[in-house]
Every structure is written in structure tokens, then in C-alpha cells.
T-cell receptor, first 111, second 115 residues
């Protein structure tokens, strides 16, 4: 079952903040976040593992509430380059790397 | 470093025709995946391969077959294409096994239209 993302779309001015949420009905081992620009491939942003470990390489932060099976992505001081569609991918079984992706949150940042 | 390479980039088929989408990665990754992306549906997993010689069904496997030819290559075959299979297909790969979860690296996609 696909995780549910909210909101479906966000419009921001440069410098504003946004939070994107991802919620699953299943127990999760990890949550991945990816960003996809129009016409391009998804690009990895961050992994959050059960137990608190995080892996990422951009100036983006996120949280993972294991009890509620929810994750949130925090975009602060947004830049024009943040525009795109954000997807969360959830891993239910440890070590399979099998992800079920949400339907996405479209983020548009304007000057 | 090419990463994940998909061919072809675009294809138009007639209903009932067959074709194979090719995917190759040069990152020595163990796991490979095929997704389809339709408007408003996000990425849906068709098949994946956790290692050479193994394949497993994902969320939407009907109408597709896959082959993990070797560690580098993972192909997706449509035996009898249907208009409902019009989509953008992405191949991805990741390193896995004993060292924590790993990010997936995506190819540029194949845009497939079935008339």
C-alpha cells in the first residue's frame, strides 16, 4: 500500500519554509526521500533508518517517527532550485531495499 | 562515470507488439529495479532483483517479464503491449547488504507510448 503524502502541492516564495509529510499504515524499517524535476530522473535526498540514523548529502533535514510510521521533510529558506516533486519511499522489510513510493508533493518556489 | 543507462529513451509501439527495455549500471550495485511512472501515481515498482540470478514481483508486475542477465544488466520485456502500459519507465540500482540501507540511483527513463 502506497504511503500517503501531504500536502499534494506547495507554493512558496524564495526564503520561505515548507514541511512535507509521509505516512504509512505499515511498520517501517526506513524512509527514503527523493526529488524529481520535470522531465528528469528522481534524485536521492535522504534516508532515515529505524533507530535514528540518517544518511543524506544536501542541506535538507528530516525526521522519522517510528511509532507513528511517519516521516517529515523540512525545507528551510527555500531556493528556486528546490522546485520539483518530492517523493517518499518506504521500506517495510529490512535489507530488501524494496521501496513503495508515495504519490508525490509538488513544490514550486517563486522569486 | 555513466551510472544507470537506459535504452531506448523514447519508443512508440502498436498494441500487441513486443519490446524489451534495456538497463545497465556501472556502479557494481547488487540490486536493480524497474518502475513505471504515470501522472498522479508516483513511482510504482514493477519488478526488482536483489542480486544476480534472482527476481521478484513488485506492485504492478502483470504484463511484464524481467531478466537479470548479469550483475550489470536488468531488462524489462513487454510481450504484448497494451495502451494501459503507456508510461515512463525508470530503471534504478542500489548497493545493498549488511551495511545499512542504500540510496537508489535512477536512469533517465524510457518514454513509451502504445497506440
Amino acid at each position: 500500500q502506497q504511503p500517503v503524502q501531504s500536502p499534494q502541492a506547495v507554493i512558496l516564495r524564495e526564503g520561505e519554509d515548507a514541511v512535507i509529510n509521509c505516512s504509512s499504515s505499515k511498520a517501517l524499517y526506513s524512509v527514503h526521500w527523493y526529488r524529481q524535476k520535470h522531465g528528469e530522473a528522481p534524485v536521492f535526498l535522504m534516508i532515515l533508518l529505524k533507530g535514528g540514523e540518517q544518511k543524506g548529502h544536501e542541506k535538507i533535514s528530516a525526521s522519522f517517527n517510528e511509532k507513528k510510521q511517519q516521516s517529515s521533510l523540512y525545507l528551510t529558506a527555500s531556493q528556486l532550485s528546490y522546485s520539483g516533486t518530492y517523493f517518499c519511499g518506504t521500506e517495510e522489510l529490512r535489507g530488501t531495499d524494496k521501496l513503495i513510493f508515495g504519490t508525490g508533493t509538488r513544490l514550486q518556489v517563486f522569486p | 562515470n555513466a551510472g544507470v543507462t537506459q535504452t531506448p529513451k523514447f519508443q512508440v509501439l502498436k498494441t500487441g507488439q513486443s519490446m524489451t527495455l534495456q538497463c545497465a549500471q556501472d556502479m557494481n550495485h547488487n540490486s536493480m529495479y524497474w518502475y513505471r511512472q504515470d501522472p498522479g501515481m508516483g513511482l510504482r515498482l514493477i519488478y526488482y532483483s536483489a542480486s544476480e540470478g534472482t527476481t521478484d514481483k513488485g506492485e504492478v508486475p502483470n504484463g511484464y517479464n524481467v531478466s537479470r542477465l548479469n550483475k550489470r544488466e536488468f531488462s524489462l520485456r513487454l510481450e504484448s503491449a497494451a495502451p494501459s502500459q503507456t508510461s515512463v519507465y525508470f530503471c534504478a540500482s542500489s548497493l545493498r547488504g549488511g551495511i545499512g540501507n542504500q540510496p537508489q540511483h535512477f536512469g533517465d527513463g524510457t518514454r513509451l507510448s502504445i497506440l
